[in-house]
């Protein structure tokens, strides 16, 4: 499909005398009930009708009140919800061709060709194959009496859209699954946990988590926790691993770690393909070594409780999507899948992700493990490798300083951490600097071990101090300093003042060449309001606080009458977290400076909660950023609310403040930061090689300062002069934010009647063969 033929606005797509329905199938998976909830709102906004098909295929095979048509209000509340709603089953009946036929029959009744379907490899292969076989389903339909002509023709091709929900990550084609961030957050959840009563007694804690067939869940926690080994099926250890593990421990001991997390995905299996329970690793750290060992498995914890927010919008914007590529579908187009790329939602062919995903396997079954890690096409095994296993015997002669600037913002420490060891790993001598600049110019700086840093991922804040002061006035100084302790390199991380620390770094060479150094950013804000990258670390976390909050808030006015709250974020002049956490909220309205707004449009919105109130929806959420109108501030939007909703509804307001800056880091910002850190250490090493010359680091280039941002699916290094472009200084945003897309999708699951441009959604791409290579670039 050409990009030229998505340049519309999806109210041309008329979903009018058309059906959808829309199943869960297979394991649950937090965010299943969110895309539903896009799925049925997206489908009725555009004029179609949409069917609940509950239990699954099974559903689908009986018909009945298993088929229910869904309404407006029918999917509020949902979007908080774990597992799914509408109910899943395995169903050995729709394999058989009887099945598929008893299937086909019950949504011919009622006019349903179009399948949505959310869930695993199976799951998806198994609406494939009925779609193949519907045109001679309806055949043999019409030979039994059981459909008219009428209907053979009417309805004469079923289209399919598959989104994948699994939180073993386990699908091909895709960045992230519905249900592995939630995942990953219950499992983060037991870690921290269990590590506090793991130091108390210095214990070794062994984990099993979920994972037969894909290790991803085990890599990325033991990541997030800073875990001391870890297995997975896709990368058996080699033979002697047991005394190379062993040995491991025993030293962690001796320097007096009080802790050790040994992680195991359920499916582990060594090189002879035989299986690594967790309980055999517990008895042969107890027979070796004669620690105190406790063993935890986590099972279906894991797919419970509430999702992430990162799940909830995955799964709205892959809800709306996939109403989309329902609409634009032909007799023609293939069965597609909706996935993650980077930070867009795009479709890919169904078979072709499946097939890909069951080559993998294949490989693994083969023992052909390096093809499937290949094909599996994650990076974070060199990540792990890297900080667990590290190799101290290296040597240079370089010093490398780190230090945080900014406000503080959850992931800074698993930066830091990623970037000691991995300088460490690299032969370097690194350094911390305590509270940013300004520490810097007082010489309080010293080095950092591998073990100062034990311990870090998980805390929020930053260990190291930071502050907002900028380096201009202490110039001299940090000079001075960066002469004294023979410093060859810089890592900051930190928001926007550590980008315009680095600018007046950079501007201050021509006067002192102790700057003419490599210089490395990183972004840490929870405001995301960087330039250069799309997501800064802490962002994430912020937005899981906000979305937690506003899940209670909604909560408190439970069994109340009619309430609207106005809650109002963070961000200075981005509105980000506004824009966002109110689509991961369900909020009807977010207030921000980059899209003005005036008493006409607050007006309108009062009306639109009014006629809302109606219903039985009788809750209204709305989200303010705090610097997006000076005039309209969430006083005055309060006080609005509260006299224009009297007699319908009352008001309560929040100011949400530094909550969104504290709490320990989510998974995604502790294995951003730790990925992120671990490249620009890597960049370092080598710039450092590059610009020394003649006994001396000397780099006066632009490319020797950059900052190394995310964009869609690739870590880029961007010299920092070339960002002055795409910067509004004024209001310290960038000139472009990517995340203002998502803006319409918020509105139209609110009710509200808007465009969607879908310029950028996904068109069909038959590119999964070389996703596996792109990957190296993609952030946990």
């Known amino acids: 499909m050409a990009q030229s033929d998505h340049k519309k606005f999806f109210e041309n797509l008329s979903g009018a005398g058309k059906a959808i329905g829309v199943l ?18 997206m489908g009725i906004y555009v004029g179609a009708k949409v069917y609940f098909v509950h239990e699954g295929y099974q559903g689908m095979v009986d018909g009945g009140d298993n088929i229910e048509e869904a309404t407006w209000e029918s999917v509020s509340s949902m979007l908080q919800v774990g597992g799914t709603v509408i109910g899943s089953a395995r169903c050995k009946e729709f394999r058989t061709h009887e099945g598929r036929l008893k299937a086909a029959c019950n949504l011919v009744q009622r006019g349903i060709t179009n399948l949505c379907v959310i869930g695993g490899d199976g799951s998806l292969t198994g609406a494939n194959l009925f779609r193949e076989e519907w045109s001679g389903l309806l055949d043999e339909l019409l030979q039994a009496g059981k459909i008219d002509n009428e209907a053979v023709l009417k309805y004469s091709h079923l289209n399919i859209v598959g989104m994948v929900g699994s939180i073993d990550n386990d699908f091909c084609g895709t960045d992230m699954t519905i249900g592995t961030d939630s995942a990953l957050h219950r499992i983060i959840e037991v870690v921290d946990a269990i590590m506090t009563t793991a130091q108390s007694h210095q214990r070794t804690f062994v984990l099993e988590v979920m994972g037969r067939h894909c290790g991803y869940l085990a890599l990325v926690s033991a990541l997030a926790c800073g875990a001391d080994w870890v297995f997975i099926p896709e990368m058996p250890p080699a033979d002697g691993w047991e005394d190379l593990m062993c040995t ?3 030293e962690n001991r001796a320097r007096k770690k009080r802790l050790n997390i040994i992680i195991v995905s359920e499916g582990a299996i060594d090189s002879n393909n035989k299986s690594i329970t967790s309980e055999h690793i517990k008895d042969l750290v107890v027979k070796c070594l004669g620690f105190d060992t406790r063993v935890t498995i986590l099972g279906h914890v894991q797919r419970g409780g509430t999702p992430s927010a990162f799940d909830r919008i995955l799964a709205s914007r892959m809800g709306v999507e996939a109403v989309l590529a329902l609409l634009e579908a032909s007799p023609d187009t293939p069965a597609c899948v909706v996935s993650l790329c980077g930070n867009q939602s795009v479709r890919l062919p169904l078979m072709e992700c499946v097939q890909m995903t069951q080559e993998v396997q294949k490989a693994m079954d083969e023992g052909k493990f390096e093809e499937a890690v290949r094909l599996r096409g994650r990076s974070g095994k060199t990540v792990l490798l890297l900080i667990a296993y590290a190799d101290l015997s290296l040597q240079s002669s370089f010093n490398v300083a780190v230090l945080n600037v900014g406000a503080p913002a959850a992931g800074m420490n698993a930066a830091v951490r990623s970037a000691v060891r991995v300088g460490i790993t690299e032969g370097h001598k690194m350094f911390a600097v305590n509270d940013g600049f300004e520490g810097f110019a007082r010489g309080e700086i010293k080095e950092i071990h591998w073990g100062d840093v034990g311990g870090w991922t998980g805390q929020g804040g930053s260990l190291l101090g930071t502050k907002r002061t900028l380096p201009a006035k202490y110039i001299e100084k940090i000079a001075e300093q960066m002469r004294i302790n023979n410093i060859n390199a810089l890592l900051v991380i930190g928001g926007f003042e550590a980008y315009l620390g680095l600018s007046e770094l950079l501007a201050s060479r021509g006067k002192y060449d102790e700057f003419c150094v490599p210089m490395v950013m990183v972004p840490a804000t929870v405001s995301n309001n ?19 909050t506003c899940d209670r808030i909604k909560q408190s006015a439970s069994g109340t009458k009619r309430r609207v709250f106005i809650i109002e974020t963070m961000g200075g002049y981005c509105g980000y977290l506004a824009s966002v956490g109110g689509l991961a909220a369900g909020a009807d309205a977010a207030y921000i400076f980059e899209e003005p707004f005036d008493i006409r449009d607050l007006q309108s919105n009062v009306e639109h909660l009014t006629e809302k109130m109606k219903t039985s929806i009788q809750r209204g959420l709305v989200l303010r950023n705090e610097n997006s109108n000076e005039n ?7 006080q609005l609310y509260s006299e ?41 090493s080598r710039k450092l090689k590059e610009t020394y010359r003649q006994g001396r680091v000397f780099a006066n280039t632009e490319d020797s300062v950059c900052l190394l941002g995310m964009h869609r699916r690739a870590l880029i290094f961007q010299p ?19 995340w203002l897309k998502l803006r319409p999708l918020m509105k139209i699951l609110a009710k509200y009647k808007t465009s969607y441009d879908v310029s950028d959604s996904g068109q069909l791409e038959h590119v999964v063969r070389n996703r596996s290579k792109e990957t190296e670039n993609v952030a946990i």
């Open 644 to 684: 224009e909703g009297k007699g319908v509804f009352d008001c309560r307001k929040n100011v949400l403040g530094h909550m969104q800056q504290g709490g320990s880091p989510s998974p995604f910002d502790r294995n951003f930061g730790t990925k992120i850190a671990a490249k620009a250490m890597l960049w370092i």
């Open 530 to 548: 960087v330039p250069g990258s799309d997501f800064s670390i802490g962002a994430d976390t912020a937005l899981n606080a906000i979305t937690d």
């Open 720 to 738: 920092v002069v070339q960002l002055k472009e795409e910067t509004d200084f004024v209001h310290r945003i960038p000139n472009e934010q990517w």
């Open 24 to 41: 869960t199938s297979g394991g649950d998976a937090q965010g299943m009930n969110a895309a539903v909830r896009a799925v049925v709102r």
């Open 632 to 638: 309209y501030t969430t006083d005055f939007i309060y």
């Open 248 to 250: 491991k421990l025993s």
